[in-house]
């Protein structure tokens, strides 16, 4: 049949070969929905194509969908990379995380979408730990610098160099004293309360008039740290009747005399984010900025700053719309901070961070981390993205190689009454690879089953021991049913032999711990493998003795 053969040839050609039956089985019967009245046959068909066309390889494969179907060959505009605007010259781009904790599943866009760019035009991404004093919330963690590189190598994203904020102090301050000099901007000792009244009211403090020596008498006693956090700050003197209330008189710089992890007491004064990026994005030489639509009003800052500065090359800012993705957990790396610090998180790569190493450790690639980025495009319409999304992408990739084994949650034995002896099941390891396990039997069938399936078997009178037999419930006993042709009809479930079982333990993205048991032979399997528990989900194999796995999704 055509249809079932040009989705199975359209499959491979994606697959660099292979087609995957599972993968077809649904295209097939989208385009033809009657085709699932007779499921056992279309399997078969689709079954015996796939095993046919994964034999005569891509460039084959190519000529015959080009024959039957020509238009499923036709390439697809790649989603979300749309051109940069005003490309002159060498493309230079930034990512800039506060390293407050490791970058999780949310901080992806941003660094994954610089380094498309930057491949894409051959230009150069420069990597800026943004590792300012921020808020009392906000703080610096020193041992989150390797964990951003570590999450940013493991993604793939390539940089050119690594700059610290911290380390160019003095460079922002140059900048600050001299807009001083200049009359730019002024030191403001307003109470919080006072300079957010005066904001809303239009009005201009009292400091903004002092002469420019009061000011730099006073920057100089702030560089010393003579005042205590939040009694000074640096203001920029802009229109006090702009109409957003943020804009009047926007602060440059404050104080604080929080210690700094990898600078310790050495600086006192520190730069607000758009005063250190009017700075750095023109030392840098920045030819684009990827922002969020939310901090418009920092590129405002920073044109307002070059345009005191006749600043005439300058980078061009994209805007992107905000982006939340539905992942059951909030997306706070100060909420997990604490979380680790009381310890009620096992530590960064605990599920519940959704940390890139967390995302690592439950089996998640970074391709599909890369695709699911790449699928959102550069919309500036706000956007709640389902993370099914990214488990989808993820099993496309992780489906071939993760071999079947049967997982049994709170396991109860059962003795299959009237079953033949000898009985042998074959079980395959894959639907789509050859090799099977084998497992023998007795005189008598003895089984290990998950309670709910028992009760499955009670309330629908027969089941499949999936691979194994079908049993039946009567008389308040199980039995071997007589009727062993049908499969396709009756629920499956699963099983495992009553000995050679080991305990496993499988940890869940809500941090809950899975206990239950597998095949012992789940001992040989190596760290960092990727199995799927039949009916239960995709797992990496973190630990041994115990065995010890990270659920990945369904």
């Known amino acids: ?150 999450g940013l190598n493991w993604l793939g994203v390539k ?66 740290g003579d005042y205590k956090t939040g009694e000074v700050i640096v203001r920029l003197k802009t229109d006090m009747k702009h109409k957003d209330p943020a804009f009047r008189d926007r602060v440059l710089l404050r104080l604080s005399n929080r210690k700094h992890p990898k600078v310790g007491n050495k600086y006192h004064v520190w730069p607000m984010l758009e005063f250190s990026w009017a700075v750095d994005d023109h030392e840098l030489k920045i030819t684009h900025v990827l922002r969020g639509k939310d901090l418009i009003i920092e590129d405002n800052m920073e044109n307002y700053i070059w345009d005191l500065y006749k600043i005439k090359k300058r980078p061009v800012f994209i805007h992107y719309g905000l982006l939340s993705i539905d992942t059951g957990f909030p997306l706070s790396k100060t909420k997990s901070r604490k979380m680790i610090e009381e310890g009620e998180y096992s530590g960064w790569d605990d599920p519940r961070t959704w940390s890139l190493q967390s995302l690592r450790r439950r089996g998640i690639k970074p391709k599909a981390i890369r695709e699911f980025i790449r699928s959102m495009g550069m919309s500036l319409a ?35 009454l009237n079953s033949p002896e000898n009985l042998i099941a074959n079980v395959p390891i894959h639907p789509d690879k050859d090799g099977s396990r084998k497992f023998k039997f007795g005189k008598k069938l003895t089984v290990l089953i998950e309670e709910r399936d028992l009760a499955t078997l009670k309330k629908q009178g027969t089941v499949r021991m999936k691979d194994l037999a079908n049993i039946l419930y009567e008389k308040k006993s199980v039995h071997y049913s007589k009727d062993q042709d049908t499969v396709y009809k009756i629920q499956k479930i699963h099983w495992l032999p009553e000995k050679e079982n080991v305990d496993v333990h499988i940890l869940m993205p809500d941090g809950e711990w899975i206990k239950g048991i597998a095949k012992k032979s789940c001992l040989n399997l190596k760290k960092d493998k990727i199995i799927q528990f039949e009916r239960f989900g995709f797992c990496r194999v973190d630990s041994k003795n115990p065995l010890k796995l990270i659920y990945a999704h369904r």
């Open 1 to 150: 049949m055509d249809i079932i053969l040009k989705w199975t040839l359209k499959n491979a050609i994606d697959h660099k070969g292979i087609a995957v039956l599972k993968a077809v089985i649904p295209k097939v019967i989208g385009e033809k929905p009657s085709l699932r009245k007779n499921m056992k046959k279309l399997v078969r068909d689709i079954s015996e194509t796939v095993k046919k066309v994964n034999k005569i390889g891509l460039e084959q494969q190519i000529k015959e969908l080009k024959k039957i179907e020509p238009k499923l060959l036709e390439k697809k505009e790649e989603k979300g990379l749309t051109d940069l605007p005003n490309v002159k010259g060498k493309v230079i781009m930034r990512m800039a995380p506060y390293p407050s904790g490791p970058l999780h599943i949310g901080n992806a866009r941003m660094v994954i979408l610089n380094d498309e760019y930057v491949r894409k035009y051959g230009g150069k991404l420069i990597l800026v730990i943004d590792d300012t004093i921020g808020s009392k919330d906000k703080i610096p963690i020193l041992k989150a610098n390797d964990m951003i590189t570590d």
């Open 382 to 416: 706000d956007v709640n993205i389902p993370v099914e999304i990214l488990h989808a992408k993820n099993r496309e990739l992780i489906d071939q190689e993760a071999n079947r084994f049967f997982f049994i949650k709170d396991p109860i034995k059962i003795n299959v």
């Open 159 to 224: 940089y050119s160099e690594v700059i610290f904020k911290s380390d160019r102090m003095k460079l922002f301050y140059k900048k600050a004293e001299d807009m001083i000099n200049k009359g730019f901007a002024y030191v403001c000792e307003c109470k919080s309360g006072e300079l957010r009244k005066n904001r809303e009211d239009k009005i201009e403090c009292s400091h903004r008039n002092q002469n420019i020596k009061t000011n730099l008498k006073k920057w100089k006693k702030m560089l010393k």
